[in-house]
């Protein structure tokens, strides 16, 4: 089983200030995921991150909110950008490969 | 029509039964199949995945998987009080996201 590891576990941010969120990969994988996981909600796909080109976003999600980072095969950021209390959620990173997730990161926006 | 579907619960069963989780998708192309257990306040934890038509055991867990009726299930015999969680059913799509199901809240009473 691959181990992803994600911090910051928690945080707390003031409206109109931008988080960044980081997930490690114990492995080389070519895709990592993003997900956000809002109160009572299953989970939403944000982001596809590939290494060496632009994260591929779903519907609903863009760029300039969400930018994703993948400087290599085991590591990728995510933030985001000009929050706002809608964005209180549990965003989380995932590694295909394995179907795995990192703990989670769980932003409350104030 | 949702991608990923499953009854929202909450189920309850008492201890010592088996428990019976549902999925359904709308995807035909669909490959892959997972369920995972999320207890309050954590990250999704993997419980299987299946790819075949037919029974997968795992302990206590078998899933089911038939592709002709777009149709997975979960079954977690001799229930324990520990499996209290809710349990979302994922389905790989094109590029190798997942998509989820809004999960089930299985309630085990003892």
């Known amino acids: 089983s691959a181990v992803i590891s994600q911090k910051p576990s928690r945080d707390i941010c003031q409206r109109g200030t931008s988080l960044t969120i980081q997930c490690q990969v114990d492995?080389?994988?070519?895709?990592m995921f993003w997900y956000r996981q809002q109160p009572g909600q299953s989970l939403t796909l944000i982001a596809t991150?590939?290494?060496?080109?632009?994260?591929?976003?779903e519907s609903g999600f863009v760029i300039d909110k969400f930018p994703i980072s993948r400087p290599n095969l085991t590591f990728s950021t995510l933030t985001v950008s000009n929050m706002s209390p809608e964005d209180s959620s549990i965003y989380l990173c995932?590694?295909?490969?394995?179907?795995?997730f990192g703990q989670g990161t769980r932003l409350t926006v104030v | 029509q949702k991608e990923v579907e499953q009854n929202s619960g909450p189920l309850s069963v008492p201890e010592g039964a088996i428990a019976s989780l549902n999925c359904t998708y709308s995807d035909r192309g669909s490959q892959s199949f997972f369920w995972y257990r999320q207890y309050s306040g954590k990250s999704p934890e993997l419980i299987m995945f299946?790819?075949?038509?037919g029974d997968k055991e795992d302990g206590r867990f078998t899933a089911q998987l038939n592709k002709a009726s777009q149709y997975v299930s979960l079954l977690i015999r001799d229930s324990q009080p520990s499996d209290s969680a809710t349990y979302l059913c994922a389905v790989n799509a094109q590029g190798g996201k997942l998509i989820f199901g809004q999960g089930t809240e299985l309630s085990v009473k003892p």
């Open positions: 995932s590694d295909y490969r394995g179907a795995f």
């Open positions: 492995s080389q994988v070519t895709m």
């Open positions: 299946i790819y075949s038509n």
């Open positions: 991150a590939n290494q060496g080109s632009e994260a591929t976003y």
